[in-house]
Every structure is written in C-alpha cells, then in structure tokens.
T-cell receptor, first 114, second 113 residues
Framework: EPEVTQTPSHQVTQMGQEVILRCVPI?????FYWYRQILGQKVEFLVS????????KSEIFDDQFSVERPDGSNFTLKIRSTKLEDSAMYFC????????????FGPGTRLTVL | GESVGLHLPTLSVQEGDNSIINCAYS??????FIWYKQESGKGPQFIID?????DKRQGQRVTVLLNKTVKHLSLQIAATQPGDSAVYFC????????????FGKGTMLLVSP
C-alpha cells in the first residue's frame, strides 16, 4: 500500500538556522499539505500546494516558511530562520484533491530548535 | 475561538466494550468531517468520513454519527481492542474549494485488556 514518507524523522537545529523538511507524497496524488503539531496540542494546517503553487496558507505560514516541489517526487518545507516556537512535529499529507479529499499523512518529522 | 473541539480529553474502557468519542464543531458551513487516529510517534491515520448530507456512516467496527442541528459528531468503536488505544481527532473541511482540514484537540482512548 503506498504511503507518504518523510525525512528526517528527527531534526535538531540551533535557533536562527535554516531547516528543510522533506516529504515524498503518494505518487498519483496532486495535492500536498503541511501541518504541524506542537507537543500536546492539536494538528494545525500550514499550507496546501497544487500545480506548483500555494493554494492556501494559514496565519502560521509567514515569510519564514516556504514550500517547493523541486522534482516529480519530493515536496519540501523550508524554515529560513528557526525560532524556539517552531519546535513541533511537522506532518506532510497528500491527496487527490477536492472538497472531500482524503488526506494521507506521513509519519512526521520532529523538529527541535535549541 | 476554536472551530472544532472535543468534550472528553481521555476515555478509558475495557477491552470488548463499545467506545464513543465526541466532537463539537462550530462552523455550520463545514460539509465534510473526518475522524483520524494517531498512535504515538505516528501521523494521523484516516478512519472514516462523513458528508453533511448524511447523518450516519458505518465502517469496519466504526460508526460516525453527525447531528447538524447541534453541530455534533461522534465516533463509535465496537468491541474496542487494545490496538485501538490512540488519540482520536475529528477534523472538518472548510468550503474554500480546497481541502484545508481544521482539527479538534483530540481524545486519548485507553483500552485495558
């Protein structure tokens, strides 16, 4: 059964450093998403991506964040200058799209900013 | 305020019991609802969904009930097993044309053997 994969599983970085979180969505999916989950809190939407551009983004997704699909398989989330409060689990998801799209989530990357 | 929330943060049941996890939502424009299961260290896993033109949908051992009048959603798990122990999230879909999910806080289900 195809699944969404994410690397690395855990990323530790110093405050102010740039990080890139990587995702490989399910191959025939066209819509891609990033969510984050701060420890003990609910999952929060960050951004959705379709046809090589951002479809929607939340207030969390400020200028420090960017997404990219550099090739036909990877989908990345970049945080330019990490802050302590960026520490969280970051989940990538993919789906076929539409208002009743089932989104399939990856296992997540735990980002720890020191 | 939050659009989607849960009544009970933790639910403890015995193996074999039926479990009911509840969720309240406030956005009357939402037309699609999903239940996700999240095991420790893993991403949310799709369980079952329901559209707003339905009030009940059944899956394998799970049933989702939707009451649009009171904006309430529930997940029923029959014959709960230890493997069902996880955090359960309800999520709603906004009418934006895209699939932006708004998640509730989550309920921890603990199943004792």
């Amino acid at each position: 059964e195809p699944e969404v994969t994410q690397t690395p599983s855990h990323q530790v970085t110093q405050m102010g450093q740039e990080v890139i979180l990587r995702c490989v969505p399910i191959s025939n999916h066209l819509y891609f998403y990033w969510y984050r989950q701060i420890l003990g809190q609910k999952v929060e939407f960050l951004v959705s991506f379709y046809n090589n551009e951002i479809s929607e983004k939340s207030e969390i997704f400020d200028d420090q964040f960017s997404v990219e699909r550099p090739d036909g398989s990877n989908f990345t989330l970049k945080i330019r200058s990490t802050k302590l409060e960026d520490s969280a689990m970051y989940f990538c998801a993919s789906g076929r799209g539409g208002s009743t799209d089932t989104q399939y989530f990856g296992p997540g990357t735990r980002l720890t900013v020191l | 305020g939050e659009s989607v929330g849960l009544h009970l943060p933790t639910l403890s049941v015995q193996e074999g019991d039926n479990s009911i996890i509840n969720c309240a939502y406030s956005n009357s424009a939402s037309d699609y609802f999903i239940w996700y299961k999240q095991e420790s260290g893993k991403g949310p896993q799709f369980i079952i969904d329901i559209r707003s033109n339905m009030d009940k949908r059944q899956g394998q051992r799970v049933t989702v009930l939707l009451n649009k009048t009171v904006k309430h959603l529930s997940l029923q798990i029959a014959a709960t097993q230890p493997g069902d122990s996880a955090v359960y999230f309800c999520a709603e879909n906004t009418l934006s044309g895209y699939s932006t999910l708004t998640f509730g806080k989550g309920t921890m289900l603990l199943v004792s053997p």
